[in-house]
């Protein structure tokens, strides 16, 4: 497995030899930004806001922390590649949604984007009802994307970032940011 400069710092080697991913304090130690820490995937990056110290959290107590004077990571510099597409990923909202009982919602709930090539996401409402994309955690808000309208967020932090519609809070989904590499 090869890892760009920024994830070199990141990952370690178990005693199986297979990479793993070091703690926010390892990585941090070794020379990698408090902003530019890799989490584990089912982990969120926040960083206390005096000392500017990364940790990793699990996604249940991000609220709790960001209302204790941590925040998401800003200002991520990460290393691109010389390729870059610049492909955007689109997120349904689907027909008949904004009924409760439909089981309808975001289309695809959960999705993976990469910072450099996919990390611009659109929102498509192909609802008859306005709904929205705001973050759970106040980071972004479409306010009120009409039917046939679409929004679009551009992710420049890795991390995972859930979201709701306001006028529908039943409608839920989320989107795994990776760094770039």
Not at 81 to 92: C, K, Q, R, Y
Not at 114 to 135: A, K, L, M
Not at 173 to 180: A, C, K
Request: one cysteine or more; hydrophobic letters at 35%; a negative charge.
């Amino acid at each position: 497995m090869a890892f760009s400069f920024h994830e070199s710092f990141a990952h370690g080697v178990n005693t199986m030899g297979n990479p793993v991913i070091l703690s926010p304090l390892k990585q941090f130690k070794s020379g990698v930004t408090a902003n530019d820490v890799i989490c584990r995937p089912d982990m969120q990056l926040l960083i206390q806001n005096q000392e500017n110290f990364p940790i990793c959290v699990k996604l249940d107590s991000v609220s709790n922390l960001l209302h204790r004077n941590w925040s998401y990571p800003t200002n991520c510099e990460y290393v691109h590649g010389s390729f870059t597409a610049g492909v955007e990923d689109l997120i349904m909202i689907e027909k008949n949604a904004s009924n409760q009982f439909s089981g309808k919602s975001y289309f695809p709930e959960n999705s993976t984007v990469v910072i450099g090539w996919n990390n611009t996401i659109s929102w498509i409402n192909q609802d008859d009802t306005p709904s929205s994309v705001t973050s759970d955690w106040n980071l972004f808000d479409s306010g009120p994307i009409l039917s046939g309208a679409d929004w679009k967020y551009d992710f420049e932090c890795a991390g995972n970032y859930g979201y709701h519609s306001e006028p529908h809070p039943w409608m839920k989904g989320w989107i795994r940011v990776l760094p770039p590499g």
